[in-house]
């Protein structure tokens, strides 16, 4: 079984878009990507120049999910974060984190009406996670007890 699959944009080694092709297969956002015939979860990883010393930023492309610390696009994980990445983290690494918060977090598939296709743009994305950083940095990073999976 295939975890991820990865493809350069436009043949850069600085944006990738990554195909998540699994998350935990008694989860409800498993069943409903089998309900909605949904492949994967496509992301978008860009790299800054000093990677691996500085976190890509990643976002969610496709499809539109609620919940599963996903907002807008953008996605709320202290690891992507200057403070919490680590130049040791690998991209599947990553994916197998960002797979395993989704699930945690009750990521779905949005069914609504007129939102389930719209798109975030990169631009809304960047601005959400800003905001989400500047949040936790305030508040603090929830991280779920090793006992809660």
């Known amino acids: ?7 350069l944009v436009d043949e850069s080694l600085f944006d990738w878009n990554v195909k998540l092709h699994q998350v935990d297969k008694d989860s409800v956002l498993w069943q409903d990507m089998k309900e909605t015939n949904t492949e994967y ?5 860009t790299f800054p120049d000093n990677f691996p010393f500085s976190p890509p930023f990643m976002r969610v492309l496709s499809p ?3 919940n599963g610390y996903v907002f807008d ?7 992507l974060t200057p ?6 983290y690998t991209v599947e690494a990553v994916m197998r984190q960002f797979a395993a918060s989704l699930v ?3 990521g779905r598939i949005c069914r609504k009406a ?9 631009k809304e994305a960047e601005a959400t ?3 989400l950083v500047k949040t936790h940095e305030k508040y603090g990073w929830v991280t779920p007890p090793v006992s809660d999976g």
């Not at 079984?1 to 493809?7: A, G, L, N, Q």
């Not at 979860?41 to 990883?45: G, K």
């Not at 696009?73 to 690891?79: Q, R």
């Not at 007129?114 to 990169?122: D, E």
């Open 129 to 131: 996670f800003k905001s």
């Open 64 to 66: 539109r999910l609620e």
């Open 104 to 106: 945690k977090g009750q």
């Open 83 to 88: 403070r919490g990445w680590s130049s040791a």
């Open 1 to 7: 079984d295939r975890f991820i699959s990865v493809e």
């Open 41 to 45: 979860i496509l992301l978008n990883l």
């Open 73 to 79: 696009g953008a996605i709320g994980m202290e690891l």
């Open 114 to 122: 007129g939102k389930s296709k719209k798109s975030f743009s990169r």
